[in-house]
Structure formats: C-alpha cells, structure tokens
C-alpha cells in the first residue's frame, strides 16, 4: 500500500466534543469510527469525547445508545466488548440546548472539568446553528487558543447563505482552526486517486488534452432518499452530492501536483481548478445539463416507488444531475468532464473514467480499435482498470482482430489483510492532530457554490424542470444525449 504520511501539524487534541451527538449521523458513522480508532489503539491516549444535544439523555443513557449504534454498524468480526467497554470508558454526555444560557454554562462547566488541551468541537447539527453555536462558544469562553471546529456539509444551500456561515464561524475560529468535512476526501479510494496520480510516473504524462479525449465521473447510487425526504426535498441531487462530492473529485482529478502533501499546498491546486471552471449559466443549462427525477421503477429486481410517492406531496426536487463540465486551463483545454449523480440509478457506483484518444492511424486493415481508458472505481470495491487493445487469439487469415482487454487491479483482493475504514476514521485522525488537508477550505466551498448557483439560477429562470427517469435505469434520456452529442458515450 501507498501510505500517504499526515503529518500532525499540532499537539492532538486531548477532548472531543459532538453537537449532535445523538443524531443519525453521530450514531451510524461517527461512533462506529471512533470504536475503530480506538480499537487500534489510535486515538489519543488521553482523549475524553463529550456529547452532546438537546435530548435530555444522562451518560448512561447516552454510552448505551452509543454501545447500541456500535454493535449495530461494525462488522461482527471487528467487534471486541473490551475494546467497546474501553471507548465508552471515554465518553461523556450533557444534554443542552445551545441557544439557552445556562445549558451553555453547564456545558461549558464540563468541558473545563474535562479538558486538558487542545479541544475538537465537532458540530453535527443542522448548519443554521453552526454560527449561533460559534458565538455561544465564544460567549462562553469555550473557544480561543487550543481549539478548533469541524463542521459538517452542507455549508449553506447558496454562495449568499454559505458565506453568511462562514463569516458567522469565522467571528470565532480562524480558517485554520476550521475543519470543514467532506466525507468523500476520507474514503481510502479517494485518497487512492492521489496516490495513483501522483506516486506513479506512468500516468501524468497522459494526463492532460492532447492524450485525454473525455473524462467522467459518476457516483450512482440505488438507494432512494431514505426518509430523509425533508432534507433532500429541499437541496437535491445538485446541492446534496454535485456541489461537493462530484467538484472534490474533480478537482482531485484535474488537479496540477502539489508540491507536497499538506493542507496549503493541495487546497490551493484544488481551488485553482473550481476557479477553472467554465460557468454554465442561463444561456447554457438547456445544452450542458440535465435534471432528472425518478418515478416508480425496479432496483435490483425489487419494485421500488417513485420520489414524489417517497416523499408524500409534489416537487420539482431533483434526484439525478448530469453536467458537461470543462476546465478552462492548459491542462485541459476542450476536454468534456461528464458528471453525474443519481438516487435509485441501478446500482452502487461510484468510479471516475479517463478515456484516451484514439491511436492516430490503424495498421489493422478493419479492426476496431476502441480507445485505452483507465476506470478508477473507488465505489462499492477500489479497483483500478486499464483497459489496453489485445490481438485475438487465432490464425485469422482476413488480417489481425483485436479486443479490448482489462488489466485488472483489484484492491480489496490485494489489500484483503486490511480493513476498510469509514472515511470518519480517517477525518476524525487528522482532525485531531489538527492536519486539514483533507477539508475542504472556505475559498473551495464558496467557488464551487459560485459555479452551481449559476447552474441553479439557469434551472430556475428557464423554467426547467427535472425529467422523469424509471428508478432502476441510469437517468433520462437526455442525459445520453448530453455526451452524444459530442460522440461520446457514458460507461456503465
Ligand atoms: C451524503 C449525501 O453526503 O452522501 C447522501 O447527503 C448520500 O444523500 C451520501 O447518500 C453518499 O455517501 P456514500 O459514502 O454512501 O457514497
């Protein structure tokens, strides 16, 4: 394995605290991945970890909703009692509501008793409250020197209401000391791509127009909204996966080499490619992007029903966006980046497709030689493909065949010996050394809002509605047509 090395860049923080801390989030990712840092033995010898939320739990109450979370989420063969009984041995809880003083005071009173140094506040709330929580804080005298924040995404649902967030965290804690997640930057396939791209010399010299003819990332899933319709129904496809996920991707995709593995250095190539971003605006959403919603259909062979009979009353929310993107740099000059994402598409997949140009001149009288590609499939397996031409096999004497064959790396299979953590495990690591090279910066979170509130004021001024797509396929038709018209044609 390519180990990536994070260096800690302050003393680890010593209390954790979780807004949140019984909310759904907390209890099917953050624990489960604080019980796997702790059971390697990676979490800070000395850590304390205090919820806390408007539900009136006591500790106990509280260790045993976690011990429940826990067992629920790992894997029967990572779970250890001891080990468990060890994290809850950490855990604290207080029941506030942050708005109210004297909840604020008696929080306030425990994190003093617990802490010893730095502190992580974690805020897994609702983001109308990361600001009001801030202040409170601050009110408080709970932030300043030796601690730091983390905030979950979405950081607002427009430019205007996410730098109104950002301003409101940064009365408080300055940009360095603000851990903004995107849990995709956690997962150990993204951080593959890094290593992919910039441990290898095979790569970078095709990485670039004159070799790459089109790229595409897809993150698909076959789940529909969960009964989160409330969230969902007012954000959408565009906001909830493509303003952050998809553009993260990208960006790591497209990015030039930074010139080292460090929080400045990665953010500011990254943010160079947002700013590289053509903006589709009103005059270019008809041509550059499709909307969709999904109705009733199969997934997996199981009738599933339509979002609006999901959700219970009518929307024009939509569940699938797919969008030709271009980078207007050198690197990629012309270069299509087809995004797309999707709820109840017909299976889990998450995987970016370089296709390369087509060799310049056939010396195989009718073969079809179909282009080299590499498909870096990070979701549900890590798996890298390179896809090469091969002669068939044979004496044919009409002149040489030629097929497309796979040179297959299977990572799971390869790094079998090793567990798959939950990006938490990852974020949670350096979060607590204070290393945020894996988070997103402000500057990264505004621009990629300043390029899809465009696409979204386009939608909205034309009118545009989302097409219907049956669930179990992958999208309306004019998603097709979005790359045929170019002459390509989506993977799948
Ligand atoms: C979240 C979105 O950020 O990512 C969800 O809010 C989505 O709607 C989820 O299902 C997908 O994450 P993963 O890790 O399952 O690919």
């Given at each position: 394995m390519v180990l990536v090395p994070v260096a800690?860049?302050?003393?680890?923080?010593t209390l954790l605290v979780i807004f949140g801390a019984t909310g759904d989030l907390a209890q099917r990712m953050l624990f489960p991945s604080l019980y796997g840092l702790h059971a390697d033995g990676?979490?800070?010898?000395r850590l304390r970890i205090l919820g806390t939320a408007?539900?009136?739990?006591?500790a106990d109450a509280f260790r045993a909703l976690v011990a429940a979370a826990v067992q629920r989420q790992v894997p029967a063969r990572e779970f250890d009692r001891d080990r468990l009984d060890g994290l809850l041995a950490r855990l604290d809880y207080v029941a506030a509501d942050t708005r109210d003083a004297a909840d604020m005071a008696r929080l306030g009173a425990r994190i003093r008793a617990l802490r010893e140094g730095e502190v992580v506040y974690h805020l897994s709330t609702a983001p109308r409250f990361y600001a009001p929580i801030c202040d409170a804080l601050a009110a408080h005298g709970l932030?300043?020197?030796?601690t730091r924040v983390m905030l979950e995404k979405?950081?607002?649902?427009d430019l205007a209401s996410a730098i109104a967030i950002n301003d409101g965290v940064a009365r408080v804690f300055a940009e360095d000391c603000v851990f903004r997640v995107d849990h995709y930057l956690g997962k150990e396939g993204v951080q593959n791509l890094l290593a992919l791209r910039f441990g290898n010399a095979l790569f970078e010299p095709l990485w670039n127009a004159r070799h790459v003819e089109q790229v595409q990332i897809t993150v698909a899933?076959?789940?529909?909204v969960e009964g989160r319709g409330d969230y969902y129904d007012g954000s959408g496809a565009m906001r909830d996966m493509l303003q952050n996920h998809l553009l993260q991707l990208l960006c790591l995709a497209a990015?030039?080499?930074?010139?080292?593995?460090?929080p400045t250095a990665v953010r500011n190539e990254k943010l160079k490619v947002l700013r590289a971003l053509r903006p589709i605006g009103r005059a270019e959403v008809a041509a550059e992007t499709v909307a969709g919603q999904y109705v009733a259909g199969a997934v997996g062979g199981q009738a599933v029903p339509g979002y609006i009979e999901e959700l219970g009353h009518p929307s024009r929310t939509e569940t699938f966006v797919a969008i030709r993107a271009h980078v207007d740099n050198w690197r990629w000059s012309g270069v299509p980046f087809y995004l797309r994402t999707g709820k109840r598409l017909p299976r889990r997949a998450t995987e970016i497709f370089l296709q390369l140009r087509a060799v310049?001149?056939?010396?195989?009288?009718?073969a079809r030689i179909e282009p080299n590609a590499l498909v870096i499939r990070l979701q549900p397996e890590e798996r890298i493909e390179l896809l090469l031409m091969h002669k068939t096999p044979g004496l044919d004497r009409a002149g040489v065949r030629l097929s497309q064959v796979a040179l297959d790396l299977d990572l799971h299979e390869e790094f079998a010996a090793h567990r798959r953590r939950p990006a938490y495990e990852r974020l949670y690591l350096d979060a607590l050394e204070g290393n945020g090279t894996l988070f997103v910066r402000r500057d990264e979170t505004e621009a990629a809002w300043e390029w899809v509130d465009a696409v979204l004021d386009g939608w909205r001024h034309g009118d545009h509605a989302p097409r219907p797509y049956a669930a179990g396929?992958?999208?309306?038709?004019a998603a097709i047509a979005l790359t045929e018209r170019r002459g390509h044609s989506w993977r799948e």
């Open positions: 800690a860049t302050r003393a680890p923080a990676l979490l800070p010898e408007r539900g009136g739990h006591d932030a300043g020197a030796g979405p950081i607002g649902h899933e076959a789940v529909g990015m030039e080499p930074p010139s080292q593995f460090e310049p001149h056939s010396i195989f009288p009718g396929t992958w999208g309306p038709a």
